[in-house]
């Protein structure tokens, strides 16, 4: 995240010395934290490319085997269809229920996100996610047990612990509240990394063709999505490779045809897939979301991944740290939420 540079918090020092690791949950985070930072030294020591692991660590599902998409067979003899390429889409939209990854993140901004936004650093962060809308992803600030932000949502509402200058805030809001505060920090929303990790079923957009033609290169078509929770349609462009047969990137626009959300996919993997048993999956190692709008993107490397395991609900609990005052935004009432 922008911004997110390291903040120490303050130690316990009495009974009302503020404690960012309040509780069970936070615990079990500040732990997780130190197991991340020690596995982020040991990539680093021993050189092992972040972006694919020689080898699968134990627990982990990750593989360096290169994938397509089901129904995007590399070098297809034929050219396939826009039906067909939506319904290569669509099986692969139903695949991703839940997950569990540790990545590198890294996330750039333009100048209103701080002077250093620009040229941030990756960042060990763990994520989780749970179909529809339940996401968890808590930065770590390595060498330490400390995060740098911790973002929550359970697909109504979402939490957000981040860096706002040398103090930390933490605000509440709908997710679907309009980005239109003034403070750019307030304007960040868990939608577009959802976006980019479970995809929305679509149809065919009848009034736009795709682009792109014959059996191997670019292909685009463009589809609808399903309304969104405030009403809005949206639709979306969808890149795909069929040299590879994986796709590229996901544009989405909304209701006015502009594109508030780019997303780019590559380094394709086959992951173990927990939902059904002995089978794989292919999925990208490495996401890129760009929102123009917000002068913002997102860059995830993927270390490790668990494809659909079993999440409990605690895991998307993010309790405000004692001491630090919560921030409603959108509609969301003051005090609601904490």
Same mark, same amino acid.
């Given at each position: ?67 397509? *998409? ?33 990545? #590198? ?40 047990? =400390? ?68 059996? =191997?290169?670019? =292909? *685009? ?5 399903? *309304? ?71 860059? #995830? ?38």
């Amino acid at each position: 995240m922008p911004g997110s540079e390291r903040h120490e918090f303050p130690k316990r020092t009495n009974p009302g010395t503020v404690n960012h690791f309040e509780g069970d949950s936070d615990r079990r985070t500040s732990i997780e934290c130190q197991f991340l930072a020690a596995l982020m030294f040991t990539i680093y020591a021993t050189g092992i490319p972040a972006q694919a692991p020689a080898t699968t660590a134990p627990g982990s599902s990750a593989s360096t085997h290169a994938c397509f *998409v089901p129904g995007l067979v590399p070098n297809a003899h034929r050219t396939l269809s826009d039906d067909e390429l939506l319904a290569a889409y669509n099986v692969r939209a139903v695949l991703v229920q839940s997950l569990e990854a540790t990545v #590198m993140l890294r996330g750039k901004g333009g100048s209103e996100f701080g002077k250093r936004a620009k040229d941030s650093r990756p960042a060990p962060a763990m994520l989780s996610f749970r179909a529809p809308g339940s996401l968890r992803m808590t930065g770590a600030i390595p060498f330490s047990a =400390r995060r740098s932000f911790d973002l929550s949502s359970d697909g109504g509402q979402f939490r957000l612990l981040v860096p706002d200058g040398k103090v930390m805030r933490f605000f509440v809001g709908p997710v679907d509240a309009p980005a239109t505060s003034q403070n750019p920090r307030e304007n960040l929303r868990p939608q577009p990394v959802i976006d980019s990790l479970r995809w929305l079923h679509g149809t065919l957009n009848k009034t736009s063709s795709g682009t792109g033609s014959g059996m =191997r290169g670019p =292909r *685009v078509i463009v589809v609808d999505l399903p *309304v969104a929770r405030d009403g809005s349609v949206r639709r979306a462009d969808i890149a795909f490779d069929l040299l590879s047969g994986t796709i590229t990137s996901l544009t989405i626009h909304d209701m006015t045809a502009r594109a508030v959300t780019e997303i780019h996919y590559a380094d394709w993997q086959e992951i173990a897939d927990r939902m059904n048993g002995s089978s794989s999956a292919c999925f990208p190692r490495r996401i890129v979301v760009n929102q123009s709008l917000q002068n913002l993107q997102i860059e #995830m490397k993927i270390l490790s991944l668990r494809l659909n395991p079993a999440i409990p609900t605690s895991r998307f609990q993010l309790v405000p740290p004692r001491g630090i005052p919560v921030t409603p935004v959108g509609s969301l009432t003051k005090g609601k939420g904490q």
